[in-house]
């Protein structure tokens, strides 16, 4: 097998393009997918300050290589969800690679310890009241990177969601005929109101390629997943989308990039609800007090009395509060959604 550029000896073969590359053709071909990507969904410019979703996997930290390699101004976030063994370990991989190879290029990494500050960890959540763990833990992702982002003047948040991501998640909606998640999957969700703009520069890449990147290019990863990610129904459809590829190479990418071309124009996007500031953290959202404020009001109640249902008087925990005291716990565990579907935030990768 012979790189296509080279005709050098051949470190990877991509059927979906029919083509083979070395070591140094393939980077050369990965870094130009995102910048391509980056340009051809006008996702940010030269000068903007990127916040990078850094889980200590794979997709996002090659995704901060690949910007600072390109010249972005781009720092990280990374969250300490406080999930047993597996955060310990992501903790240690995302605090190397800054050491190692972001910090000497001059990014910042900011960590955000969801215990230290909001008072509970994800398996608390996933105890402490009826809620999926990754329900509490999407929601608290989706609120920390925006208010990091917004409180620290970035203009983008950049996650590492890619092809086999983004597909999965067309698929989940296309079987569900999710008229309002479809008319919103896009590789951009736009700024404003309140929320920072938010972008998928791995978006024509997959999880293999991804991986070989990492690996060629010495990015230590976490390789675990996190244990709450065994049996998601996402698994399920990313295995169905292999074994299409398999026999098929390129359908993944025809799927979403046709879709992207011609299904999403189609669609009418509804108009986001009128926003109003959460009366504790002064957050956009929808009603009076937003949906991360009301989990956080309903988890430090329960924490507080282990044997018994929410007090009436708590208050939200972490981020500034205006009036203590409100019963914010009367909005229950159902919170109602955010203006962004959780679809389309999506988790860290
Ligand atoms: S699988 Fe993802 S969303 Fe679910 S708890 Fe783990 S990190 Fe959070
Ligand atoms: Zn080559
Ligand atoms: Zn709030």
Redesign the pocket.
């Known amino acids: 097998m012979r790189c296509i550029k080279c005709r050098g000896k051949a470190v990877i073969d991509l059927r979906r393009h029919n083509a083979a590359f070395c070591r140094e053709h393939f980077v050369e071909f990965f870094q130009g997918q995102v910048r391509r990507a980056i340009e051809q969904f006008r996702m940010f410019g030269p000068d903007d300050r990127i916040l990078v979703a850094v889980?200590g996997g794979k997709d996002s930290l090659v995704l901060w290589e690949v910007l600072l390699h390109l010249g972005y101004r781009a720092d990280a976030l990374y969250i300490d969800?406080g999930?047993g063994d597996y955060s310990a370990a992501s903790t240690e991989k995302v605090r190397r690679f800054h050491q190692q190879r972001a910090a000497p290029l001059g990014a910042d990494l900011h960590v955000v310890s969801l215990k230290a500050a909001y008072g509970f960890d994800?398996d608390e959540a996933r105890d402490r009241v009826r809620r999926p763990?990754?329900s509490a833990?999407?929601l608290s992702?989706r609120y920390i990177f925006n208010k990091v982002a917004v409180d620290r003047g970035y203009d983008v948040v950049a996650t590492g969601h890619n092809l086999d991501d983004e597909a999965a998640v067309l698929l989940g909606n296309v079987l569900r005929w999710n008229m309002s998640y479809l008319a919103r999957q896009w590789p951009v969700l736009p700024g404003g109101r309140g929320f920072v703009r938010k972008v998928k520069p791995l978006v024509r890449l997959t999880e293999r390629e991804t991986a070989a990147y990492a690996v060629l290019t010495g990015v230590d990863y976490i390789v675990e997943?996190?244990?709450?990610?065994v049996g998601?129904t996402s698994h399920v459809y990313k295995d169905l989308l292999n074994r299409l590829e398999q026999q098929s190479p390129g359908s993944k990418h025809q799927f979403l990039f046709q879709f992207y071309q011609q299904g999403r124009s189609q669609l009418k996007v509804e108009e986001r609800p009128d926003l109003r500031s959460c009366r504790y953290c002064g957050q956009p959202t929808p009603g009076d007090v937003c949906a991360f404020c009301r989990m956080t009001a309903l988890l430090l109640d329960q924490l507080e009395q282990p044997g018994g249902g929410a007090a009436m008087d708590s208050s939200p925990a972490g981020a500034q509060r205006s009036t203590p005291g409100a019963p914010v716990s009367q909005a229950g565990p159902a919170a109602a959604p955010e203006a962004e579907p959780a679809s389309e935030a999506g988790?860290?990768n």
């Open positions: 889980s969800l999930i994800v763990p990754c833990c999407g992702k997943e996190c244990p709450h990610a998601a988790a860290v």
